[in-house]
């Protein structure tokens, strides 16, 4: 397995750290996201993006979208399975999850919708007047 040495990175450079590790836990796989559910990201445009999970056999009331600066968790947890039920094959998973995306910077979650066994997460990145670039005309007046 091939493996990064973030070090120089962290001796050359201030307020980075989120990104660094945000690499090194991309490097290393990481274990909750162990492939269930599959999962689609899609650009929209520029600004907006769709993540789209398979979630078959959750409804709502067990699916749970946490939004948290930059870090979106969706859990499933689905109940007991009910007895009495004898499988020939069992195919179709049934099991809890949790998936976790990290969000760069000012991208917020607008919302969500479940349909036919599809769970679509809206984004957008929203960024700031203060950050956009702006045009300075010659002439004006420089703060000393």
Same mark, same amino acid.
């Given at each position: 397995?091939?493996?990064?040495?973030?070090?120089?990175?962290?001796?050359?450079?201030?307020?980075?750290?989120?990104?660094?590790?945000?690499?090194?836990?991309?490097?290393? %796989?990481?274990?909750?996201?162990? %492939?269930?559910?599959?999962?689609?990201?899609?650009?929209?445009?520029?600004?907006?993006?769709?993540?789209?999970?398979?979630?078959?056999?959750?409804?709502?009331?067990?699916?749970?979208?946490?939004?948290?600066?930059?870090?979106?968790?969706?859990?499933?947890?689905?109940?007991?399975?009910?007895?009495?039920?004898?499988?020939?094959?069992? %195919?179709?998973?049934?099991?809890?999850?949790?998936?976790?995306?990290?969000?760069?910077?000012?991208?917020?979650?607008? %919302?969500?919708?479940?349909?036919?066994?599809?769970?679509?997460?809206?984004?957008?990145?929203?960024?700031?007047?203060?950050?956009?670039?702006?045009?300075?005309?010659?002439?004006?007046?420089?703060?000393?």
């Amino acid at each position: 397995m091939r493996t990064v040495d973030f070090s120089p990175l962290y001796r050359s450079s201030v307020g980075f750290d989120h990104l660094f590790n945000l690499l090194e836990n991309a490097s290393r %796989g990481d274990q909750k996201n162990n %492939g269930y559910p599959p999962y689609n990201i899609e650009a929209l445009s520029k600004d907006k993006y769709e993540i789209t999970l398979a979630v078959a056999g959750f409804s709502e009331e067990q699916i749970d979208i946490q939004s948290n600066h930059t870090r979106l968790t969706i859990k499933g947890q689905q109940g007991d399975e009910p007895k009495g039920r004898t499988f020939l094959h069992q %195919g179709i998973a049934n099991r809890n999850f949790e998936r976790t995306f990290e969000l760069a910077e000012h991208v917020k979650v607008l %919302g969500a919708k479940l349909e036919h066994g599809l769970l679509t997460i809206s984004l957008e990145k929203e960024v700031p007047e203060a950050m956009k670039p702006r045009q300075i005309k010659i002439g004006t007046k420089a703060l000393n």
